[in-house]
């Protein structure tokens, strides 16, 4: 195997999680990985990465944090939240659950995926996975502008109630689209920055219309 001693692992490539690499002398700490962790321990860690990154969502700054550590677990848990309280009826009717709740799917994960595809075409820096994290956790001021609305819309739905739910879904597109732009803005070239916005806008746009028209059946 001559050539292999000449072989070295870079320091700066970002290594993602607690998985530790043992180089030359080593303690039995250094040894430990998340392969030996309890079960709780592992899921306790990951509902506290979630948590973090929410908490990036609704205080919005240009950071690396949801780019470094990317998952998909929250847009997931964000996605079928949102799909839940749209689909307008029971879960067990035919006309009402599945319909409703497959097209929620389908446009938020598409979408993110043709907004994604777009910002690498025009020369983004980041990942596949890494926008569909940013663009994912962004549904989350919407995903509360829905669960507003369906507390609003309990006490009627006239006039007054129409106002209120336009007011908290407009505010809360305007923070998805700048939460969402935070992140994702320094990966593009400064003079693409326009195209990667504007469906960025269409895409949480289609959303908010979603939401500010539904009606409980």
């Known amino acids: 195997f001559a050539g292999l001693a000449d072989v070295s692992i870079a320091e700066d490539i970002p290594v993602e999680g607690e998985i530790t690499v043992p180089v030359g002398s080593h303690s039995p ?21 979630v948590g973090k990154k929410f908490v990036h969502v609704m205080y919005p700054k240009k950071s690396s944090a ?6 998909l677990w929250g847009p997931l848990v964000l996605c079928v939240s949102l799909a839940l309280m749209l689909q ?20 938020i994960w598409f979408g993110a995926v043709v907004i994604t595809l777009n910002s690498k075409l025009l020369g983004g820096t980041i990942s596949f996975f890494q926008s569909l994290c940013v663009l ?38 305007g923070w998805s689209t700048l939460a969402s732009t935070a992140f994702l803005a320094d990966s593009q070239p400064p003079n693409r920055k326009a195209l990667v916005v504007y469906p960025i806008f269409l895409f949480y746009f289609v959303i908010s219309w979603m939401i500010l028209t539904f009606t409980p059946q």
């Open 66 to 71: 949801l780019l470094r550590d990317w998952d």
């Open 136 to 173: 994912g956790y962004c549904v989350l001021p919407l995903t509360v502008a829905m669960l507003v609305c369906r507390l609003v819309l309990l006490a009627g739905s006239g006039t007054v109630s129409f106002i209120i739910r336009l007011i908290v879904v407009v505010a809360m597109f």
């Open 29 to 49: 700490d250094e040894d430990y990985s998340t392969l030996d962790e309890p079960v709780k321990d592992t899921i306790m860690r990951d509902l506290k990465a």
């Open 88 to 107: 307008g009826g029971s879960a067990d009717s035919k006309e009402d659950g599945g319909p409703q709740f497959a097209e929620v799917f389908v446009i």
